[in-house]
């Protein structure tokens, strides 16, 4: 790849060398550095909880945390999945389970039972601590229908006489369950207990060891979870805060999620880097963010595109609110710059475009000061220090020249170390010379600049969340009624994009897009589930029996313009 106009970036070494800690050592470093220095603050039930620490309190916490869950016997090397919203207890687990040499799998919430027990099982989980409910589920009660077994002893401890034989513990944060141990137990018992066998396991844990697990799916396939170590997470967070000219003096506010890695990376691990302030809720409400952030006058604001504008749209929104804004941090789906212009020009905040995927720990390129406003607005910025890149002819594999729209591919520290339990699907992304192959169509200009033009696999990003067709077209052929089912993203103002399902229907079978759509409703996460369900008699496919996605996408965006198919969601 010596030619000068191939689409290739080599890793840079402008910017910090790479760190060689685990995430315990970095909170571990900060605590002695500056302890007195606020570090979180946890922003719950829309203000009426708040949860503060300093650097040195949040050290002592996450030890006696860690300790707690070596005296619960959690074994170095297990996964142990936390499933709940942004909450004290999450920062702490993430922070507690990497000092306890223990893997961290995020789940999310909102999963419905099937999408748990694939998780719980494929990652073959030890222990599980969860919120007893979230957003009106009802997680403890999906628990025990899941498990029968369970027991009522209250120490969360479990015979694993039934499925999931692996899961042997479970936790309840900030609720009752009585087959489930009280997280502050865990908590209260850890704190009374000697420090020695912490600080060996800590001792123990190496940087490229696996930190944690995060699951991402393709479009085919069941979801599959992106190891990802210490080595790449601490140095993805810390190059990410040393582009953006973060400093101890900064305070972030933000509201995404901790279960994704834009909440536990880009947010926990980048501000502990530079030894700053997060302010995190625990969930988004732009009426309690914008008191936050009227509050905390926050220098930092990470935040999808629709979380912006809804702040800035609400009636509580002034001038007054933005005082101190540095910068806004955005990413995750496509933003017109139109967009970011507005909102640089309404909030005197500085744009900072990232992107990113999972298996990239997760940020590729960022856009930096020095370049131009409009360069800043219409990419995707640069690749960060230490991060390889090159566009690929899809057909081929050959790097193309420099403007050229091909498959991005990306090598160096932050790519995962794989897929847990899954070497084919592992070696179908990462090739034998270490480029992770992302699915992405882009193009790269001999600047560095990257611009996402389209995506090989069909993924749909819905404001910030990702959405895997697959699992709404397995879901919807779970239906009786239904045939075929496929699903593609359509452009939505507000959220980015939205799934559209295109179904056909078994020969003198009857089915509503309501019905289908309240077929998806008890099955999966609501953010998942399709705004717009089409019923058709065939589907547009190629001379060799393959669907044209593209096709069916140029018709669902036309039938939305011409009013012909209606949402079947409010």
């Not at 039972?113 to 998780?119: D, F, G, K, M, V």
């Not at 058709?536 to 393959?546: I, Q, R, S, W």
Request: proline letters at 6%; aromatic letters at 6%; hydrophobic letters at 45%.
């Amino acid at each position: 790849m010596s030619d000068q106009t191939l689409a290739y970036w080599p890793a840079s070494e402008d910017g910090p060398a790479l760190w060689d800690m685990t995430l315990g050592d970095l909170l571990d470093r900060q605590a002695g550095a500056v302890p007195d220095r606020l570090a979180v603050v946890v922003d719950e039930q829309g203000g009426a909880v708040s949860t503060r620490w300093t650097y040195a309190q949040l050290k002592a916490d996450a030890d006696a945390l860690a300790r707690g869950i070596i005296d619960w016997g959690i074994a170095p090397g297990a996964r142990v999945a936390v499933m709940a919203q942004n909450c004290p207890a999450w920062v702490l687990l993430e922070y507690a389970l990497a000092k306890a040499g223990v893997v961290l799998v995020t789940v999310n919430p909102a999963l419905k039972p099937a999408e748990l027990a694939y998780l719980l099982d494929q990652g073959q989980v030890a222990a599980l601590f969860f919120a007893p409910g979230f957003r009106g589920s009802d997680i403890a009660g999906d628990l025990r229908a899941l498990m029968p077994d369970l027991a009522s002893a209250g120490d969360g401890l479990r015979q694993a006489a039934g499925p999931f034989p692996a899961l042997r513990r479970l936790c309840v944060i900030g609720g009752d369950a009585a087959f489930a141990r009280p997280f502050e137990s865990l908590l209260t018992t850890g704190r009374s207990l000697d420090d020695t066998a912490r600080a060996d396991r800590q001792a123990a844990v190496q940087p490229r060891d696996v930190a944690q697990i995060q699951y991402t799916s393709g479009t085919t396939g069941k979801p599959k979870g992106a190891m990802l170590t210490h080595h790449s997470t601490v140095n993805n967070a810390r190059l990410m805060a040393d582009r953006g000219g973060y400093t101890a003096d900064d305070l972030m506010l933000s509201a995404m999620p901790l279960f994704h890695t834009a909440g536990c990376v880009c947010n926990v691990m980048a501000m502990a880097a530079c030894g700053g302030t997060l302010v995190t809720m625990d969930s988004f409400d732009p009426a309690r963010m914008l008191a936050l952030w009227q509050e905390f006058r926050p220098s930092l604001i990470n935040a999808v595109p629709t979380m912006m504008v809804r702040m800035l749209e609400h009636p509580d929104y002034g001038p007054r609110d933005s005082r101190r804004l540095r910068r806004i941090i955005t990413g995750g789906t496509s933003i017109p710059p139109s967009l970011m212009l507005k909102l640089r020009e309404v909030t005197g905040g500085d744009p900072m475009i990232i992107m990113g995927m999972t298996e990239c720990s997760p940020i590729i390129t960022q856009t930096r000061d020095s370049d131009p406003l409009e360069i800043r607005v219409s990419t995707a910025g640069v690749p960060l220090p230490h991060t390889e890149i090159r566009i690929a002819d899809v057909e081929t594999g050959q790097t193309l020249p420099f403007g050229q729209s091909g498959e991005l591919c990306i090598r160096g520290y932050l790519v995962m170390k794989g897929y847990f339990d899954m070497p084919e699907k592992t070696a179908e992304a990462i090739d034998p010379d270490g480029w992770l192959h992302s699915g992405d169509l882009a193009v790269l200009e001999s600047t560095g600049h990257l611009r996402i033009v389209g995506r090989l696999k069909d993924m749909i990003i819905r404001g910030g969340e990702n959405v895997y067709p697959v699992e709404i077209e397995d879901c919807l052929l779970d239906h009786p009624a239904v045939s075929q089912a496929q699903v593609v993203g359509v452009p939505d103002p507000d959220l980015g994009e939205e799934s559209y399902a295109v179904v056909v229907l078994v020969d003198g079978a009857a089915a509503t897009p309501a019905e289908l759509q309240a077929h998806c409703r008890t099955r999966m996460a609501r953010h998942k589930m399709p705004k717009y369900v089409e019923i058709v008699e065939e589907l547009p496919m190629t001379a060799n029996g393959k669907v044209q996605k593209f096709a069916l996408r140029e018709a669902a965006v036309a039938a939305l313009r011409d009013g012909r198919v209606k949402a079947v969601r409010a």
